[in-house]
Each structure stands twice: as structure tokens, then as C-alpha cells.
């Protein structure tokens, strides 16, 4: 099946500096990746949406500054949470799908994010 | 917009014996409906999912029941094993060219020895 990779898997940065997620679909080309942020014993709760070659669509309540996604290769999108502070720890989750319509999406393993 | 309701949020089984999650959905739009299974530290991963032209799907011992007119659907586990503990998600995809997934809550079923 489709294999979806995220880097780092965890990471650890202090308030204020900027830490950069990666998120790759491995054997195929996404046209479109998600990303997810999901706290402890939580639902997966969508942020943006990401087409490749375009701007993200951001989810309401979702700051498009704070959380910068560039979308650069059909392979290829980062989350970089600028200016971190401690509420912005959290497991995040990008997801990728190929094709138009309903169709499956392939989740990445997740990024567990700490910020002290 | 969309919202999917799952219930219950917590459920512990006799191992061999059957578990039923439940989730309802409010927008009628929406054709394609999955569920994940989610281990502890890990991204979800689709265990099974059913289209709205489909009443029924089974793979093995994981079937799925979708009631459109009740906007109800189900999932059915048989003769649960220690592996399947975990969280388990249903979720509804938005009929449009965003694709959106709407996650149910999430249900944490225990498998008990």
C-alpha cells in the first residue's frame, strides 16, 4: 500500500524558536496533503489542506502565520510552527491522497512536538 | 458544515467475544465513509471502509454497516483478539473536491484476557 513518512518523528524545541515537520508520500504522487494536529486522548482535528504548486486552505480558528505550509513537490509538503510555545505541543499528523474526490487518504506516522 | 458523533467514547470486551462502535453523521452529502485504528504514538491507519451506494462490507472479522436514510453506520469487530485494542475512529468524507475527512471522536476499545 501507499506509504506516507514524517520527520522528525519528535522533537523537542524551546518557546519562541521555529521547528520545521516533514511529510512525504513515499511511492506515489500526492495532489494533496492534510495536516492534523491531535492532543492527548483527543480527535484528529484538521488544520489545513494543501494542494501542490498552491497556497493551503487553513481551517477556521487556524493561524496561517503561526503555522507556515508549503506544499513544493507532489512528494513533498512541510508544517512549520514559527514562534512556538507551549500550547502548540501536540501530536501532528499530515495525510496524503492522489486523485480527485472521496477517496482514501494515507496517513503519516505523526510528529510528537514538545515545547518548553 | 459536517459533524460526526461516536459512541461509545470507551468500551471493554472479553476477548472472542464481539464489539460495535456507532457514529452518526449530520450531512447527507457525504459518500465515503472510513474507519482507522489508531495505536498508541502512531498515525491512524484504515482498517475498512464502506461508499453510500454500499449497505455492507466485510473484510475478515471487521464489517461495516452504512444506513443512509438514519445517516447511521457501524462497525463490527468478531472474535476480538488482544491486537485489537486500540482507539478507533470513524469519519465521514465531505463531498467535494477538498476531500475533507470529519473524524468521530474516537473510541478506546480494550480487549480483556
Known amino acids: 500500500g501507499a506509504v506516507v513518512s514524517q520527520h522528525p518523528s519528535w522533537v523537542i524545541c524551546k518557546s519562541g524558536t521555529s521547528v520545521k515537520i516533514e511529510c512525504r508520500s513515499l511511492d506515489f504522487q500526492a495532489t494533496t496533503m492534510f495536516w492534523y494536529r491531535q492532543f492527548p486522548k483527543q480527535s484528529l482535528m484538521l488544520m489545513a489542506t494543501s494542494n501542490e504548486g498552491s497556497k493551503a486552505t487553513y481551517e477556521q480558528g487556524v493561524e496561517k502565520d503561526k503555522f507556515l505550509i508549503n506544499h513544493a513537490s507532489l512528494t513533498l509538503s512541510t508544517l512549520t510552527v514559527t514562534s512556538a510555545h507551549p500550547e502548540d505541543s501536540s501530536f501532528y499528523i499530515c495525510?496524503?491522497?492522489?486523485?480527485?474526490?472521496?477517496?482514501?487518504?494515507?496517513f503519516g506516522p505523526g510528529t510528537r512536538l514538545t515545547v518548553t | 458544515g459536517e459533524n460526526v458523533e461516536q459512541h461509545p467514547s470507551t468500551l471493554s470486551v472479553q476477548e472472542g467475544d464481539s464489539a460495535v462502535i456507532k457514529c452518526t453523521y449530520s450531512?447527507?452529502?457525504?459518500?465515503?465513509f472510513p474507519w482507522y485504528k489508531q495505536e498508541l504514538g502512531k498515525g491512524p491507519q484504515l482498517i475498512i471502509d464502506?461508499?453510500?451506494?454500499?449497505g455492507e462490507k466485510k473484510d475478515q472479522r471487521i464489517a461495516v454497516t452504512l444506513n443512509k436514510t438514519a445517516k447511521h453506520f457501524s462497525l463490527h469487530i468478531t472474535e476480538t483478539q488482544p491486537e485489537d485494542s486500540a482507539v478507533y475512529f470513524c469519519a465521514a468524507i465531505l463531498y467535494s473536491s477538498a476531500s475533507k475527512i470529519i473524524f468521530g471522536s474516537g473510541t478506546r476499545l480494550s480487549i480483556r484476557p
Open positions: 464502506i461508499r453510500s451506494n454500499v
Open positions: 495525510s496524503a491522497k492522489s486523485g480527485q474526490g472521496a477517496s482514501e487518504q494515507y
Open positions: 450531512d447527507s452529502a457525504s459518500n465515503y
